[in-house]
């Protein structure tokens, strides 16, 4: 079993995720109402535009939040890991979902059903409480995101994302390098940095030819993670 009641999933540093944010109660009893469901990689969790009356717990593994513009843009928008909360927005308030969730890797999954989530928050005020520290968590994270995105060259952002992503999800080789473990696209990587497919594959492309990074059609491994640093920080981004 993958999800505990009486302590915390864990994070990667710098957030602090809703399951870690309950004390043993909740989750005692979010558990008990709740039940744990497995997913293969590469299927929906949620789908944008669906209708449904529960929300989710992620207990391990890595899911892609996307969305679908009107005229078919798909832009993703975070990755979400151990912990975190998923389907809030439409499982409370009865609307439709607003973005697609796909597990990049086998994962499961807490699914409770709203009126149960209700009750629960009720009764235990840390889970409302920790409900308004993520909603207040993400909105800073899309403001900085947004911020950046005007004041940060591409490159420094990309530079930063993987770093995070090769200390959170990552396998070290006996070379030194890091494989970063998510079978993520360059299209992801432009989304999740504010970017186009063209700037990424371009930088990429540079970073390759380096040696600092190695990339295969949806992984990326870095190799030289000293290197990114410096980009991340302002520096020279190669050539």
Same mark, same amino acid.
Not at 155 to 183: F, K, M, N, Q, T
């Given at each position: 079993?993958?999800?505990?009641?009486?302590?915390?999933?864990?994070?990667?540093?710098?957030?602090?995720?809703?399951?870690?944010?309950?004390?043993?109660?909740?989750?005692?009893?979010?558990?008990?109402?709740?039940? !744990?469901?497995?997913?293969?990689?590469? &299927?929906? /969790?949620?789908?944008?535009?669906?209708? =449904?009356?529960?929300?989710?717990?992620?207990?391990?593994?890595?899911?892609?939040?996307?969305? !679908?513009?009107?005229? =078919?843009?798909?832009?993703?928008?975070?990755?979400?890991?151990?912990?975190?909360?998923? *389907?809030?927005?439409?499982?409370?308030? *009865?609307?439709?979902?607003?973005?697609?969730?796909? %597990?990049?890797?086998?994962?499961?999954?807490?699914?409770?059903?709203?009126?149960?989530?209700?009750?629960? %928050?009720?009764?235990?005020?840390?889970?409302?409480?920790?409900?308004?520290?993520? /909603?207040?968590? $993400?909105?800073?994270?899309?403001? $900085?995101?947004?911020?950046?995105?005007?004041?940060?060259?591409?490159?420094?952002?990309?530079? *930063?994302?993987?770093?995070?992503?090769?200390?959170?999800? =990552?396998?070290?080789?006996?070379?030194?390098?890091?494989?970063?473990?998510?079978? /993520?696209?360059?299209?992801?990587?432009?989304?999740?940095?504010? *970017?186009?497919?063209?700037?990424?594959?371009?930088?990429? &492309?540079?970073?390759?030819?380096?040696?600092?990074?190695?990339? %295969?059609?949806?992984?990326?491994?870095?190799?030289?993670?000293?290197?990114?640093? $410096?980009? $991340?920080?302002?520096?020279?981004?190669?050539?």
């Amino acid at each position: 079993m993958h999800f505990q009641d009486d302590g915390p999933l864990g994070h990667g540093p710098g957030r602090t995720p809703f399951w870690d944010l309950l004390d043993p109660a909740a989750r005692q009893v979010l558990r008990a109402g709740g039940q !744990v469901t497995a997913y293969a990689a590469r &299927e929906d /969790l949620l789908r944008q535009n669906d209708f =449904g009356d529960h929300l989710l717990v992620l207990g391990c593994g890595c899911i892609k939040v996307t969305t !679908v513009s009107a005229v =078919g843009y798909q832009a993703v928008l975070a990755l979400r890991g151990p912990g975190d909360l998923l *389907g809030e927005q439409g499982g409370l308030d *009865g609307g439709p979902r607003s973005a697609t969730l796909t %597990a990049l890797v086998p994962v499961r999954a807490l699914l409770i059903p709203a009126a149960i989530f209700r009750a629960a %928050a009720r009764d235990h005020p840390v889970i409302t409480g920790a409900v308004h520290h993520v /909603l207040s968590t $993400r909105l800073r994270d899309a403001d $900085r995101q947004r911020t950046s995105a005007g004041a940060d060259p591409l490159a420094a952002r990309l530079a *930063g994302l993987l770093l995070d992503l090769a200390a959170s999800h =990552g396998r070290r080789h006996a070379s030194g390098a890091v494989e970063i473990s998510l079978p /993520l696209s360059q299209d992801d990587f432009a989304g999740l940095v504010l *970017g186009s497919r063209r700037s990424v594959s371009r930088v990429l &492309e540079q970073w390759r030819a380096e040696g600092w990074v190695i990339t %295969a059609r949806t992984h990326v491994t870095v190799g030289n993670t000293d290197a990114l640093k $410096r980009v $991340r920080e302002g520096g020279p981004t190669g050539g």
